[in-house]
């Protein structure tokens, strides 16, 4: 089971979060646009990567959000994005 499912079931029963999106959350749906594999860097040892290529700065900072607690890899980032999503 994923570290991340009690942490959503337990938003749906506290009603702030919809089962719909706590289900495709389990699924790795972000949006209509991106698929993530939560569970990669565990079970490969190498971590998720967003190909940034033909997605908006809106659609990798989504996917990037979806995976906050996950080591991620950008391919291919713009430094113009870069500068947007980058922590401060």
């Known amino acids: 089971m994923n570290p991340d499912w009690p942490a959503l079931l337990t938003a749906v029963a506290a009603g702030t979060l919809s089962p719909a999106a706590a289900l495709a959350q389990m699924q790795g749906t972000v949006g209509d646009f991106a698929h993530v594999d939560r569970d990669r860097a565990q079970r490969t ?10 997605k908006t700065p809106a659609q990798i900072v989504a996917i990037a959000q979806s995976l906050q607690a996950t080591p991620l890899l950008l391919t291919r980032l713009s430094p113009e ?8």
């Open 45 to 54: 040892g190498f971590p998720e990567a967003i190909f940034c290529p033909g």
């Open 81 to 88: 994005v870069h500068q947007r999503i980058a922590p401060t």
